[in-house]
């Protein structure tokens, strides 16, 4: 029997990297009362859709400026290419003097990684600005169910664990906001979709997201300073620690200013109001202006 598992698991790892895809979806919307210069660039976390885990905040993000949703699609995550894409996607756009990356979660690193794409395709005109949401920089940023993400490192799933093992996984990792957790007036059908979303994504696509994560290491010291920056982190986050707030502040010469938010670990949707208060602290500390 044990032979039988090791051979699944190998013909799983390998399928893996034979048929499993990456590609990165662009979602832009222009904004209808801003004629600013500037691109807010949404780069979203971990089983998040770049669209539908943002649809009550654009309309928000619209009045400082342009919005580019971007999501992660196909059966894998590959950090590389996506953050290639973003940042070809913003050089062949040459009509924006200011770009702000919306970092949720493992977003942030993204965003790190994009930016250095930028810097190194030679684009230097463009004023770059961080928006940090409990952006993780490796594993000791993590708490409570966080802390058992090494188990992905032995895990390199596949289609095999696309179908079985894995579904059940995020089913029982990813549950519904609790009561306490969810604004009045919140839509509970909606927010039921947006929990039905995330446990449909393709393990594969969860496994590689938190190797990136892991694998990455904090950004080296002094790397971003000359970044306006600012770090949001969440009271009732049950995923990442306000550690991750100090593994930035190197990379930013010691200043990265922090916004605490009575909120749940990117809980956009359960608590609508209470998110769009922290992106307007936030885009004010940014200096960021409406219209």
Do not use: C
């Not at 698991?9 to 979806?25: C, E, G």
């Not at 938190?210 to 949001?232: C, M, Q």
């Not at 100090?246 to 938010?261: C, D, E, N, Q, V």
């Amino acid at each position: 029997m044990l032979w039988i598992i090791v051979a699944v698991i190998a013909i799983d790892a390998v399928l893996r990297l034979i048929v499993l895809k990456s590609d990165t979806r662009f979602d832009f919307r222009k904004s209808d009362t801003s004629n600013s210069n500037t691109l807010l660039v949404y780069l979203p976390g971990i089983l998040a859709d770049g669209v539908q885990s943002s649809l009550l905040m654009v309309p928000t993000w619209q009045q400082y400026g342009d919005v580019l949703l971007v999501s992660y699609d196909g059966k894998r995550f590959k950090p590389q290419s996506i953050s290639q894409d973003v940042a070809e996607w913003i050089k062949n756009r040459k009509r924006y003097d200011k770009v702000v990356f919306i970092g949720s979660s493992l977003g942030g690193l993204l965003a790190y990684d994009t930016e250095a794409r930028l810097t190194i395709g030679g684009v230097h005109d463009i004023d770059v600005d961080f928006l940090l949401l409990a952006a993780p920089t490796e594993w000791g940023d993590l708490k409570g169910p966080g802390k058992v993400s090494p188990l992905m490192y032995l895990w390199w799933a596949g289609p095999i664990s696309n179908a079985t093992t894995g579904k059940l996984f995020l089913k029982a990792l990813f549950q519904k906001p609790k009561d306490d957790n969810i604004e009045d007036g919140v839509d509970r059908k909606e927010l039921e979709q947006r929990v039905r979303e995330a446990q449909s994504t393709p393990f594969s696509v969860y496994a590689d997201q938190i190797r990136y994560v892991l694998g990455h290491g904090r950004p080296p010291e002094g790397s971003l300073i000359g970044i306006d920056a600012v770090f949001v982190s969440f009271e009732r986050d049950e995923i990442v620690a306000e550690q991750a707030h100090r593994s930035w502040k190197p990379a930013f010469g010691g200043t990265l200013p922090l916004i605490k938010s009575d909120m749940t670990h990117v809980g956009y949707n359960e608590m609508p109001k209470a998110s769009i208060r922290s992106f307007e602290l936030a885009f004010a500390e940014l200096d960021l202006k409406k219209g």
